[in-house]
């Protein structure tokens, strides 16, 4: 059965009890664009808004059984990948998803580490076999430190990838100084800019989680690329200034 009026988003990401991220937190940053979010579960992982204890990885088989049973009865335009045990689970979700829906616009939220500073990716060889893979999304979000980890630019090899043409990255600049909060979106072989003033002592939990959920819900409504960019960072500057210490609520 498919639903012609319901608009309908994806996230694949962990579970946070703490619902501050991971596709709880992808779930209502969606509610709030008026899209139904629905989840496939990536990890159980045992954490609040200030601690992470551990991941507890879902197997990529009971991922890719997650996807199969949704695609039954759901077609997805747009879709989020989050928090991943590693390169291989990575590149099996994404032909997983370009199977079983070959149309969505396919964003990861590539997070390195959790906010409380739990490292999930740390060695030069991960972030080589991740590298590798970033053609084969539509869309990467990396914050100032996953963009150096991933290396992108660096080497004269990591040069030939094409950004902003292979595919899109937004850098966010929510972990940097100054006055402003800087996102910059390579995209179509141009470089474009989101800027609004620096929430000063706004240290929230899944901020990249949430980002990235909302520009898939506003891709998921049809919006292009650069609208969806900005309607997400206009979320963000709300989420930053809503709820009670490191979690955010926003009406």
Known sequence: MKHENLTLALTIAGFDGSAGAGLLADVKAMEFFGVYGQAVCTALTVQNENEFVSPNWVAVEQIEKQLEVLAKVRDFKAVKIGLVENAFVLRKIIRKIRELFPRAFLVWDPIVASS???????????????????????????NQNEFNFLGIGVSASRDELNVGKDFSLLLKGGHGSGEESVDILFYKGERFRFSSPRVLGAEKHGTGCSLSAAIVANMALGKDLKDACQLAKNYMDKYLQSGEGRLAFVR
């Open 116 to 142: 409380s500073g739990f490292a999930f990716f740390k060695s030069q060889e991960e972030a080589d076999e991740l590298l590798s893979i970033l053609p084969e999304l539509d869309l990467v979000t990396p």
